[in-house]
């Protein structure tokens, strides 16, 4: 099967399906998994999809199946903004002067960096978002390098995990894929994101999740951490939801 062909059927098998499997289709197009890999690398240049650990996701807005621009991280953050900009306000109240702090990869915690304008700070951050929201800032940042994500606009892999190592944080910002209360999880859909996230809690003194409320009751494939583990879940109230765990800061 040539190649083109293969990346017709895998853009069909995303259709049906958000996540793929590497070895899965692998096994199905009796190739070898490098060659899949391979696809997957093409076809996300393309914007057709986006590679995760042993796997792909589709394309943002499920359009694997046709021509798509790079996916673009500048149009995430016009979804649900005022309640992101709330969330965010809030849980900069929280950091003071001379504080050094990590904000996590994701649109929830970019515009952080705008509420903490005129802060004496130090910002550690693997969100290569992040510099397009300081303003007035009298914070010194330190970007955290190791294998580019474009789709996320985030650093991962074993450089960034040391790299963080290096660093004590007074608090720690996080975002997710989604919350699930039944469960007391919260989950993530990049498994490449996750050590990266753990290594900052690790050496944080205090650790805070960031959500929007279209972030209840959504789960992904990986799980990201306990909601217990975190000392504040800071989010905008749920519409018809009264009753929220007692480290809920609702807003």
Do not use: W
Not at 56 to 78: C, D, M, Y
Not at 130 to 140: C, F, K, N, R, S
Not at 219 to 233: E, G, N, P, Q, W
């Amino acid at each position: 099967m040539i190649a083109e062909e293969r990346a017709s059927y895998i853009l069909k098998r995303l259709q049906e399906r958000e996540t793929l499997s590497l070895k899965d289709i692998a096994r199905e197009l009796s190739v070898s998994e490098a060659t899949v890999r391979r696809d997957f690398q093409k076809l996300e240049k393309l914007g057709r999809l986006v590679r995760v650990h042993s796997g792909a996701l589709r394309a943002e807005g499920g359009q694997s199946h046709q021509p798509a621009q790079t996916p673009s991280i500048p149009r995430k953050p016009e979804i649900n903004v005022a309640a992101k900009q709330a969330v965010a306000q809030r849980a900069a109240a929280f950091v003071n002067d001379g504080d050094c702090i990590f904000l996590d990869g994701g649109t929830s915690l970019a515009p952080m960096a705008a509420c903490l304008g005129g802060k004496k700070i130090k910002i550690v951050t693997h969100n290569l978002l992040i510099p397009q929201y300081l303003t007035d800032t009298q914070a010194d940042v330190f970007i955290v390098g190791g294998y580019y994500r474009p789709y996320h606009a985030t650093t991962v892999g074993h450089y960034a995990e040391k790299m963080i190592a290096q660093f004590h944080f007074d608090h720690a910002f996080f975002g997710c894929s989604g919350i699930d209360l039944r469960q007391q999880m919260a989950y993530n859909n990049d498994i490449d994101t996750i050590p990266v996230k753990e290594a900052a809690m690790q050496y944080s003194a205090h650790n805070y999740l960031l959500i929007d409320a279209s972030k209840f009751d959504t789960t992904a494939y990986c799980r990201f951490s306990k909601l217990s583990a975190f000392d504040h879940v800071i989010c905008n109230r749920k519409e018809g939801m009264q009753e929220y765990p007692g480290n809920f800061i609702v807003i």
